[in-house]
């Protein structure tokens, strides 16, 4: 046996390997083929296995071509699969894609704000076209700001009025109401103040359709010279038609804050009877707000001279807007997060 039919079949297969591996379409032809190859009934393997045979004197430049082949088939093998990877990545933008804006037929529905934030954004919306900024406080006051600075000492009758969850260190409470705002932006800021103070306010109380423990407010504060009670009725009534529409009237009657002095509460004509009086109104007006010049001492307290500055505060149950902007005659529905009742607004 002489070394070229050896020789001349391992060119061959170089030859063949080289021409299929450079067309292998996919990683598992590529693996076949390496099998085919190298593998330990490959034919390269078979070939380098015949070298064994030859006479002794080609046995070496034979066993030295099969031995290259085997190296080329292998390198090339390798450089096939990186270009295979490399491919495979370069495509993926076109082969794995998702649509994130599909939405399955009836399988989901775009949702919309919860009509209590609407509500509130509304009415921070038509504050700020009057030059109000939002101020916040914290929920868990001190009895301080909650009650002494607003003109309600320990043991004042009013305090029935606001009964509050206390925990059980330090003196903290839940506030009542969204009032202490009041007192800690006057604190913090000389006048001229403008702002509105929104936020969850919480109360000691038996649940019902007009009632939760905990409820929504946005207080009102303005101090600047010379701010008179007209200047609250214009507001009030501003802000009345903006948010329940030009047609509204308001209605403004005295009352009794310990804060304000003196003190009213306004009311709007409601929207189904046109003032008339009907069952969902009290003889034709819905109270929605209890306002006031802010009294002396308040200011006093928030370290504002009273000889100097005047102003007027407001406070608002925000739930109360909403139910009377979206006719809703239960406060409950507003809290229980069922998509049916929500998804009406
Ligand atoms: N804080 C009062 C409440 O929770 C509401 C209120 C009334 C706020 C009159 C005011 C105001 O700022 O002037 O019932």
Known sequence: MSTQPVVGELDKIATDARR????????????????????????????????????????????????????????????RQRALEQNRLEG???????????????????????????????????????????????EVE?????????NIPEGHPARDEWDSF???QGGW????????????????????????APGPVYRHEATDAGHESQFHQVEGLLVDEDVRMSDLVGTIEYFSRSMFGADRR??????????????IGAAVSCGICKGAGCSSCKGGW????GAG??????????????????????????DRIAMLKYNIADIRRLRENDVRFLEQF
Do not use: C
């Open 20 to 79: 299929r591996i450079e067309s292998a379409p996919d990683k598992e032809t590529l693996e076949e083929l390496r099998v085919e190859l190298l593998g330990k009934k490959g034919v390269v393997t078979g070939a380098l296995r015949g070298v064994g045979v030859l006479p002794a004197d080609q046995r070496a430049a034979a066993g030295a071509r099969a031995n290259a082949v085997k190296t080329e088939i292998d390198q090339q093998l390798v450089a």
């Open 92 to 138: 993926l933008a076109d082969s794995e894609w998702v649509d994130v804006t599909f939405i399955p037929d009836g399988a989901a529905t775009r949702g919309h704000l919860h009509p209590l934030t609407q509500a509130q954004r509304e009415i921070t919306a038509i504050f700020s076209r009057l030059g109000y900024q939002v101020a916040l406080g914290p």
């Open 142 to 150: 001190d009895d301080y700001h909650n009650f002494q600075a607003l």
């Open 166 to 168: 206390y925990l059980t």
């Open 173 to 196: 409470l839940l506030r009542t109401h969204t009032s202490p705002v009041q007192i800690r932006f006057m604190e913090a800021h000389p006048p001229p103040i403008r702002i509105i």
């Open 250 to 263: 308001i209605r403004i009657t005295g009352d009794h804050f310990p804060f304000t002095e003196p003190s």
């Open 286 to 289: 819905l109270e929605i707000m």
């Open 293 to 318: 010049m802010v009294h002396p001492q308040v200011l006093r307290n928030g370290g504002i001279d009273p000889e100097r500055y005047s102003g007027f505060a407001f406070g608002m149950g925000l």
